[in-house]
T-cell receptor, first 113, second 111 residues
């Protein structure tokens, strides 16, 4: 089944404790992206990647890191999480760019205390 | 910069009512336009899209027409069902090959 998977689905952590949210797709897509969804703000892009080893900042990259060492994986790293990073996070992938149909993962709900 | 503005919700309708969710955009050039839908507890999924002026995207009874003159891409459905209850996001293809989303409109359909 073609899908985007994210882990964990739910995470409660404390300020400053490094964490990684994994994202994997099995559709051989070139493009991958991370978004955060907050009430009243909609979806905002954090980082995106057009291809392996190519990543770029989205609208709200501060406090986040990403890497794209393999085509299928695009982990999101929070080196020192803070409460303002409490949010619902989505990973998405598409064939070659953001203009192609994006397939979204189920989301990761992160709470930083 | 590029941006999308869509009507604020929530929108509450009775089953079989007519639905319109307004969406306008600001962009240089002629971007591709999209509607994504998010059902409760799920990620977003593409509902329909249009890539040039006057194009009409359609899917599952929903339609939207790319209006260059009014920079709009309003979503419509003639007769909504309870199963259409979801959050709807308008989006445009940004100049950097990314998607720029509106804030979303929550639709609740009552039986």
């Amino acid at each position: 089944e073609a899908q985007v998977t994210q882990n964990p689905r739910y995470l409660i952590t404390v300020t400053g404790k490094k964490l990684t949210v994994t994202c994997s797709q099995n559709m051989n897509h070139e493009y991958m992206s991370w978004y955060r969804q907050d009430p009243g703000l909609g979806l905002r892009q954090i980082y995106y990647s057009m291809n392996v080893e190519v990543t770029d900042k989205g609208d709200v990259p501060e406090g986040y890191k990403v890497s794209r060492k393999e085509k299928r994986n695009f982990p999101l790293i929070l080196e020192s999480p803070s409460p303002n990073q409490t949010s619902l996070y989505f990973c998405a992938s598409s064939l070659s760019s953001g203009f192609d149909e994006q397939f979204f993962g189920p989301g990761t709900r992160l709470t930083v205390l | 910069g590029d941006s999308v503005t869509q009507m604020e919700g929530p929108v509450t309708l009775s089953e079989e009512a007519f639905l319109t969710i307004n969406c306008t955009y600001t962009a240089t050039g002629y971007p591709s336009l999209f509607w994504y839908v998010q059902y409760p507890g799920e990620g977003l999924q593409l509902l329909l899209k249009a890539t040039k002026a006057d194009d009409k995207g359609s899917n599952k009874g929903f339609e939207a027409t790319y209006r260059k003159e009014t920079t709009s891409f309003h979503l419509e459905k003639g007769s909504v069902q309870v199963s259409d209850s979801a959050v709807y996001f308008c989006a445009l293809g940004g100049s950097q090959g990314n998607l720029i989303f509106g804030k979303g409109t929550k639709l609740s359909v009552k039986p």
